[in-house]
């Protein structure tokens, strides 16, 4: 079935210690979107790709950066992981921005 | 304000009821709208998404969108235990088009 997949499910990372997710997508979507959600509250959207131009939000912090080597990938990297980071991070796509956005199942980030 | 509201819940509603979720937002030129179901611990799902105003059925689910109220609201016939989630409303704004904005969800839990 064409999906999107998050990799890794967990994961633990010390304080400040660089850590990157990724996602992978077979539906062929010219979007990807990279977003973080902390217990009981609303997905934050951080960053978009259309294919592969790259949209920032004005509130993501600068800590956090993606990267689109291909149509079907796209990582999240965070250089240095504060306590704050912690949260579920979810990616999803969608054919075209004004489309519905399918998620992948999301990476749980722990900071030691 | 912000910009899509939902009440938190919980919303309690026995089996085979119909659960009433509503959602304000704020946003005039918004045009599209979904609707995502979100285990505890899990990604959102798609459930429904609508673009017009009235209704849309799907199976037990209808969505209603009122857009000269700004109000959009989703029916889930016959609930059932498994039904039980946080639902969470989304909103595209009007000026990008591409930034999905998500109420805070409703946590909704269908007694036996």
């Known amino acids: 079935d064409a999906m999107v997949i998050q990799n890794p499910r967990y994961q633990v990372t010390q304080f400040g210690k660089p850590v990157t997710l990724s996602c992978s997508q077979t539906?062929?979507?010219?979007?990807m979107y990279w977003y973080q959600q902390k217990s009981s509250q609303a997905p934050k959207l951080l960053f978009h790709?259309?294919?592969?131009?790259?949209?920032n939000e004005a509130d993501t912090p600068d800590n956090f950066q993606s990267r689109r080597p291909n149509t079907s990938f796209c990582f999240l990297d965070i250089r240095s992981p504060g306590l704050g980071d912690a949260a579920m991070y979810l990616c999803?796509?969608?054919?075209?921005?004004?489309?519905?956005?399918?998620f992948g199942d999301g990476t749980r980030l722990s900071i030691l | 304000q912000k910009e899509v509201e939902q009440n938190s819940g919980p919303l309690s509603v026995p089996e085979g009821a119909i659960a009433s979720l509503n959602c304000t937002y704020s946003?005039?030129?918004?045009?599209?709208f979904f609707w995502y179901r979100q285990y505890s611990g899990k990604s959102p799902e798609l459930i429904m998404f609508?673009?017009?105003?009235g209704d849309k059925e799907d199976g037990r689910f209808t969505a209603q969108l009122n857009k000269a109220s700004q109000y959009v609201s989703l029916l889930i016939r016959d609930s059932q235990p498994s039904d039980s989630a946080t639902y969470l409303c989304?909103?595209?704004?009007?000026?990008?088009?591409?930034?999905?904005?998500f109420g805070s969800g409703t946590r909704l839990l269908v007694r036996p």
């Open positions: 989304a909103v595209l704004k009007g000026d990008s088009s591409y930034k999905l904005i």
């Open positions: 999803a796509t969608s054919s075209r921005t004004s489309q519905p956005q399918h």
């Open positions: 609508i673009y017009s105003n």
């Open positions: 946003d005039r030129g918004s045009q599209s």
């Open positions: 790709y259309y294919d592969k131009d790259f949209n």
């Open positions: 539906l062929n979507h010219n979007v």
